[in-house]
């Protein structure tokens, strides 16, 4: 009994994976209507946090588009960060592009990109606004591509598929498989298949007067999942969500296992915050891990079977996810990679029901409905007195 439970349970995670992987393979055949004669301004906002791996040619390539009429304006929050000299570096090799680098260190709320976001929208000039995160790197069509969507009937808001690349360390392989398989086929198949809102901020374009009739960053800032909460906002005024077609590239560098277990536990606690029941379901994606379960409860050459048929399976699949990505890496990788992605994540799949609490930039959070996040005290309780919003202004463009 007890192995057909588990054989139950690896087919469906399989069968749900093979869908995620079609949803994902039909997301990337979309292709942008027409954009026209005269496509609106728009001002690219970047928010930098320290050297990221890759960064001055991950911003290069936002100075190369081909668009007619944008602007970019990088930030931080602080004048010693090494990305300032980077920033201004890339920004006076391209005079032909309009951009500012702005030093301001207000905060609107607790989430620190979404308070950079806000003080380098007071600076852009335009009313079409990209959202891109530091390390992602674009082609020369992806704002091009992204403003035909906009600018179809009822669109509110556009995104894109975040592409990992192969890895320089193996936990960089790790995170780059995840996003090439969980992440943009979950995406993928929120659009294509459920017709449900998944956004990912690291890169998302919107109108200014949208922003403004959801709260603005202001709202935003007051939750761990910026992203996801502004697609569920705009998506309640009546607006769509859409997904293009092109994807971008997380350029990762070289990341640890534990780096990739970090940053897997951080989405995973949004998850579980934005979609409880949907989250609860995410063990079966990982079924050799539940195989691997089934096989220390019951030793046997059915369960040992049924662990092979998982595992082979599964990195099947994500050899079929990967390239239809564009991401290619040796065959023999998967034997390695994707049964120790379904293990780890697997395993970590508990951790968000035990511990609700992120650190961030020094600070302990609890995440709460939404991913609303609550300040804590050094002891676990709510301070009495928390990180307020900067009260006056202290800004220092440069």
């Not at 057909?4 to 292709?31: C, E, I, P, T």
Request: proline share 8%; with cysteine.
């Amino acid at each position: 009994m007890a192995f057909v439970v588990a054989a139950v349970l690896v087919a469906a995670g399989l069968a749900a994976l093979a869908a995620m992987a079609w949803a994902q393979r039909r997301q990337l055949r979309v292709a942008a209507p027409p954009l026209g004669d005269d496509p609106p301004a728009v001002s690219v906002l970047k928010p930098l946090k320290g050297l990221d791996p890759g960064l001055a040619d991950n911003l290069e390539s936002f100075f190369r588009l081909d668009y007619p009429r944008y602007e970019v304006i990088l930030g931080v929050a602080d004048g010693d960060d090494p990305a300032v000299a980077v920033a201004r570096r890339v920004a006076a090799a391209h005079p032909h592009v309009p951009s500012r680098v702005v030093v301001d260190p207000r905060r609107v709320g607790f989430n620190p990109k979404v308070n950079n976001l806000a003080n380098l929208a007071a600076h852009a000039r335009h009313d079409v606004l990209l959202v891109s995160d530091s390390n992602v790197r674009v082609a020369p069509g992806y704002l091009a591509d992204l403003v035909a969507h906009l600018l179809e009937p009822s669109v509110g808001l556009v995104s894109s598929p975040i592409r990992g690349p192969r890895g320089a360390s193996l936990g960089a392989a790790l995170e780059g498989l995840q996003l090439n398989t969980f992440v943009m086929g979950g995406v993928a198949a929120m659009a294509n298949l459920v017709g449900g809102v998944c956004v990912v901020g690291k890169s998302m374009l919107l109108r200014r007067e949208t922003l403004a009739a959801i709260g603005g960053f202001e709202h935003l800032a007051g939750f761990l999942a910026e992203d996801q909460v502004c697609g569920q906002e705009v998506a309640r005024l009546g607006r769509r969500t859409v997904v293009s077609g092109q994807p971008i590239d997380n350029v990762l560098g070289q990341l640890s296992v534990r780096e990739f277990l970090a940053r897997h536990l951080r989405w995973a606690r949004i998850r579980r915050r934005v979609a409880p029941a949907g989250f609860a379901a995410e063990l079966l994606l990982s079924p050799t891990f539940v195989a691997a379960l089934a096989l220390l409860a019951d030793p046997s050459p059915a369960t040992l079977a049924l662990l092979a048929v998982a595992a082979a399976t599964r990195a099947a699949l994500d050899v079929a996810a990967e390239r239809a990505a564009g991401t290619r890496r040796p065959l023999a990788a998967y034997l390695l990679l994707s049964p120790l992605k379904d293990v780890l994540v697997g395993g970590a799949w508990v951790v968000p029901f035990l511990d609700p609490t992120v650190t961030w930039r020094g600070h302990r959070f609890r995440v709460g409905r939404r991913t609303r996040l609550e300040l804590l005290a050094p002891g676990g309780s709510r301070p009495s007195v928390g990180l307020a919003p900067d009260a006056e202004p202290v800004a220092n463009p440069a």
